[in-house]
């Protein structure tokens, strides 16, 4: 049972436009969340987190938004570039209550194309 | 600092066969992360270790699994015997202190 999805394996976009990746979990325990970024033969790289106390975190281009009650997080990219091309993981952590560390869970994936 | 160093980057092999993948995490990083990518389940974590010790293992898929970490620098994905199924992207990670995960450039893996 995946406890963060993705729904959309794929989203295309033109250059310029507004880039919005969404990322569902279901374990209400999740407090903390990040997004990594994915190029081909590389390993993810972090790209963004938010912590459950906030609703939005924003990083330049890369604005994270938290709606808990929905148990929903989105990834918003404007103006996208081509450069953003890249599978998008959403990543989400709770504490444990045996005391052991926290451990990521990753959702599937989603991979943007963003069109010249 | 080099980052996460695995090797190699690619293994073709022979169902039946042995599979090694090594990992040198970052040096001073007290966590290491073995992740498996697939196209229908993403990452999945299959263990990880702090202080060379390891944790939880409950992603192992079977017992034809086994990893070490002899030391602070350097641990090791074994497969014996590979199957076809086990074909993916291996990813070893490591972290100090804090979620940020930082990874390797991953293992393919593709077992015939």
């Known amino acids: 049972d995946q406890q963060v999805k993705q729904n959309s394996p794929s989203l295309s976009v033109q250059e310029g436009r507004i880039s919005i990746l969404n990322c569902d979990y279901t374990n209400s325990m999740f407090d903390y969340f990040l997004w990594y970024k994915k190029y081909p033969a590389e390993g993810p790289t972090f790209l963004i987190s938010i912590s459950s106390i906030k609703d939005k975190n924003e990083d330049g281009r890369f604005t994270v938004f938290l709606n808990k009650s929905a148990k929903h997080l989105s990834l918003h990219i404007v103006p996208s570039q081509p450069g953003d091309s890249a599978v998008y993981f959403c990543?989400?952590?709770?504490?444990?209550?045996?005391?052991?560390?926290?451990?990521?869970?990753f959702g599937s994936g989603t991979q943007l194309t963003v069109l010249p | 600092d080099a980052g996460v160093i695995q090797s190699p980057r690619h293994e073709v092999t022979e169902m039946g066969q042995e599979v090694t993948l090594r990992c040198k995490p970052i040096?001073?990083?007290?966590?290491l992360f073995w992740y498996r990518q697939t196209m229908m389940r993403g990452l999945e974590l299959l263990i990880y270790?702090?202080?060379?010790?390891?944790?939880?293992d409950s992603g192992m898929p079977e017992d034809r699994f086994s990893a070490k970490m002899p030391n602070a620098s350097f641990s090791t994905l074994k497969i014996q015997p590979s199957e076809p199924r086990d074909s993916a992207v291996y990813f070893c990670?490591?972290?100090?202190?804090?979620?940020?995960?930082?990874f390797g450039s991953g293992t393919q893996l593709s077992v015939l």
């Open positions: 270790f702090n202080n060379n010790v390891p944790i939880d």
């Open positions: 990670a490591s972290r100090q202190g804090t979620e940020k995960l930082f």
């Open positions: 040096s001073g990083h007290d966590y």
């Open positions: 990543a989400a952590s709770a504490i444990r209550s045996s005391g052991s560390a926290r451990q990521l869970t």
